[in-house]
């Protein structure tokens, strides 16, 4: 019997490329297990975005390595795979596979050669590929969330940044391949559909027929479809008709995540962002001016080279100006091949860290006062787990936001139901079920049977 075994790191993206690496070695013959022990083939699932990525991998893979006399093969697969290459091959010889994003769509022969005894198999496109990776071979482990990859790849280069050169260009997929996946998994009984890319709203139809604010609400208005989200958007390419497909289209959520990495202008331009601190503020000025409340997060990074007192200020405004409902800070950290590697990492560690525990704490603060704003409200919340210790069902309202709430019957996990908002923390809120849960579809429920017994990604 083929087995295998899967560990993922990294982004969404990265999580359902796994999804998809699975759904093809199971239609290749091979079953998932859950113990590494038990498994004939061990893929890694790698990540290159921050700190010593490399040196984790290799240790891991060192780790592994103890376990090769069982007669286990070894792939490595993901950003660091596309990023360090063959020479993985020199660092762990035990590993026969390394492979990039790029290369999925060629996994079948890959596994042939595998099972052939090949030793040295890579897939390594360069970023001239135009090709995407679709496959309807999908172990989907979310069972209410559908995750589709609209657009692969990234042509931004920041400077500080290694994804255009792990994942290669940009590339989108036809909207109608988009568009038949979507109803597809509809029909499957998901209810809510993610559609992601590196710079989701960078989307540009193969066929020249929708816009991504079109396709938006063209997923949207799929039958059976509730919710739909969509990340990461890059502001470069954050256009009105985004703001006004979600004023049109009430299944869009009300979540935007627009990373804005730094409050400065001059650390923008040095970081090669291509806007300014008034241009990304003016995209905030539309999203507040929707019919509808548009929860915004975003993503910052501290202590780039040159980063100021002054330029770190201008963040924490920023970060007051928008007013965020959450933000993931990072401390910049130089990366292999990127621009940034040349500018002398001029912030030493410890104000990283301070900036960054600063950053935190002003954050929460304002997320202590703008959760508040929703003392009172009732709003639907998809069910995502059953009762805690306390009780507590919890499930997840259009923003994104954490919902805990008391209920006097048991919701069906993936149901709708509505709740009365009683109490506000800094990242979640809590309420009563004002509402009988609706029923997810049958085909939902089977659904979930089968995942209960498919092993989760790690
Ligand atoms: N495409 C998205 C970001 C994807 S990477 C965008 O442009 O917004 C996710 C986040 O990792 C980035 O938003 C950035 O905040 C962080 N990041 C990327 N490279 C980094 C680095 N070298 N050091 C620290 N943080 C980094
Ligand atoms: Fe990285 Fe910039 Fe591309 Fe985002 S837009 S993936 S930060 S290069
Ligand atoms: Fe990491 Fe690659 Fe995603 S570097 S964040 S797995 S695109």
Redesign the pocket.
């Given at each position: 019997m083929k087995t295998f075994f899967i560990e993922t790191f990294g982004?969404q993206m990265n999580a359902h490329d796994s999804e998809k690496v699975v759904g093809t070695l199971l239609n290749e013959g091979y079953s998932q297990v859950v113990d590494e022990a038990d498994a004939g083939l061990i893929l890694y699932n790698t990540c290159s975005?921050?700190d010593k990525a490399e040196q984790k991998v290799f240790h891991r893979l060192n780790e592994y390595k103890r376990m090769q006399g069982e007669g286990k093969k070894f792939a490595v697969l993901g950003c660091v795979a596309q990023q360090e290459g063959a020479k993985i091959f020199e660092k762990a010889p035990y590993v026969s596979m390394v492979a990039g994003s790029s290369s999925y769509r060629n996994l079948p022969d890959m596994l042939a050669r595998l099972e052939a005894g090949e030793t040295r198999i890579t897939g390594l496109d360069d970023r001239e590929t135009d090709q995407t990776f679709d496959t309807e071979f999908t172990a989907r482990t979310n069972p209410h969330r559908g995750y589709i990859t609209i657009i692969e790849g990234?042509d931004?280069f920041?400077a500080?940044?290694?994804?255009p050169y792990t994942r290669g260009k940009e590339r989108s997929r036809s909207s109608a391949s988009v568009l038949a996946e979507a109803q597809r998994i509809a029909g499957q009984g998901f209810t809510e559909i993610q559609l992601l890319g590196?710079?989701v709203n960078s989307y540009v139809d193969p066929s020249g027929r929708r816009s991504f604010a079109e396709l938006l609400a063209a997923v949207g208005e799929g039958n059976g479809i509730q919710r739909v989200r969509f990340t990461?958007s890059?502001p470069r390419h954050f256009t009105r008709d985004i703001v006004e497909a979600s004023d049109a289209m009430p299944a869009l959520c009300d979540h935007i995540h627009l990373?804005v990495?730094s409050g400065s202008t001059d650390i923008l331009r040095a970081m090669n962002r291509e806007y300014t601190r008034d241009w990304y503020l003016e995209r905030i000025a539309w999203t507040k001016a929707a019919r509808r409340d548009l929860s915004l997060t975003s993503?910052?990074?501290v202590g780039f080279p040159g980063e100021t007192d002054k330029d770190f200020e201008d963040t924490l405004t920023l970060c007051d100006e928008v007013g965020y409902d959450a933000i993931?800070g990072?401390?910049?950290?130089?990366?292999p091949n990127?621009p940034?590697i040349h500018m002398a990492d001029s912030i030493p560690e410890q104000v990283k860290v301070e900036r960054l525990a600063i950053l935190n704490a002003r954050q929460r603060e304002l997320q202590r006062v703008n959760y508040g704003r929703h003392l009172g409200q009732t709003m639907p919340v998809m069910v995502e787990h059953g009762a805690n210790a306390r009780g507590q069902i919890t499930g997840r309202s259009t923003q994104n936001k954490t919902v805990n709430f008391t209920c006097d019957h048991i919701p069906a996990i993936g149901s709708y139901i509505d709740v009365r908002i009683t109490q506000a923390f800094p990242s979640s809120l809590v309420g009563e079920a004002v509402s009988r849960s609706t029923t997810p579809s049958p085909v939902l429920l089977a659904q979930q049977a089968l995942n209960a017994r498919v092993p989760v990604l790690a």
């Open positions: 982004c975005i921050r990234c931004k920041c500080y940044c290694v994804v590196q710079n990461t890059h990373p990495q993503d910052i990074i993931f990072f401390k910049y950290s130089t990366r990127t940034a």
